[in-house]
């Protein structure tokens, strides 16, 4: 090979590896970079535009004042959609205790007036002595309906699906068109931020490189997110999980059922908002269905909603950053919250905790 050639391939080889090295292109700070030590910011990357990135600003920093590499948690998002909306302000506030996180969604600014938007109506859950129930800002019923009103729900869709039944065969006959994925993200998503994650932790031109630990990696999800948690729970590279609002129970999806629990190896954190959370019952069913795992279940009166839309993500961002920082980091002092029941009587009074195997 002559002289120039050799230099034509070194120069197409640096290009390859340039391409293939974390390129920040677009950076958003979401309620000042949260309460912790090391400011967030979330952040979009030309090598990865499937995902958001959720992160301490200076890297370098971060890792020299947390006393190590950085801790890793890959995050699918509730209803399965292909942004984090819904979750930047809990993400970017565990962030700021030194994680980076890997968000299913591509970049998105999130400003306060869409984050709003997002959560308008919302408030806390209700309970009368006579049922649970949850309600809306705007007088929405979500949760729970008494026996005679779910017969009568049935019987209104019932009638509705045999009106457009009866519609469709006077009307004249088209070409059916497909029908729309019922999801646009999967759970294949969280395991390719991890591949991801390890290339960059290897390649010497990359932000990520020495910056993270890739011993220590969570994954975690909300509502149908944690159905794609469960989904690669298995891979021996996640060290916990983190279920928020969510669980399996008797339900198939994302390729999932209960079975899946017997795959698991890793210490379980469920945090859910009690009996009106929708995903009550799958996550009771879960914990039930968890035999050897150590597992703990914290249960809040907020809903499904959590306190996603309160200031930093509220408790529940609470909660998770001391799961991860107990999980992760070692800090064996946060385990209180999950195993000492003086503990959360006397700073989570009207949530109640549930644990076993520990």
Known sequence: MNTKKILAFAAA?????????????????????????????????????????????????????????????????????????????????????????????????????????????????????????????????????????????????????????????KAPKKNAAPAPAPFRTYPKQMLEAIDWITDQAATKTSEYYHMVDLDKIAAMGQSCGGAQTLAVAHDPRIKTCVMLNTGIGENSMQGVDKNCLESLHTPMFYMIGGPVDIAYKNAQGDYDNIKDLPIVMANSLDGHSGTYYEKNGGPYAVAARKWLDWQLKGKVGESAMFLDDEYEAKFYPAWTFVRKNW
């Open 13 to 169: 080889v640096a290009v390859s590896c340039a391409l293939c090295s974390a390129q920040t292109t677009q950076v958003q700070v979401i309620e000042n970079g949260g309460t912790g030590p090391y400011k967030s910011v979330a952040v979009g990357d030309e090598s990865l535009p499937t995902h958001i990135i959720y992160r301490p600003q200076n890297l370098e920093a971060a890792v020299a004042q947390n006393g190590g590499k950085l801790p890793v948690i890959v995050y699918a998002n509730g209803a399965c959609v292909n942004n984090s909306l819904e979750m930047s302000r809990l993400l970017s506030e565990v962030a700021s205790y030194g994680y980076v996180i890997l968000a299913i969604g591509p970049y998105e600014e999130y400003s306060d007036e869409k984050f709003y938007n997002q959560w308008k109506g919302v408030v806390k859950g209700s309970y009368p002595s006579t049922k649970e129930v949850l309600v809306m800002g705007n007088g929405e019923r979500v949760f729970a309906y008494t026996a005679e009103e779910r017969e009568a729900q049935r019987l209104e869709r019932e009638a509705a699906r045999a009106a457009a039944a009866a519609a469709a065969k």
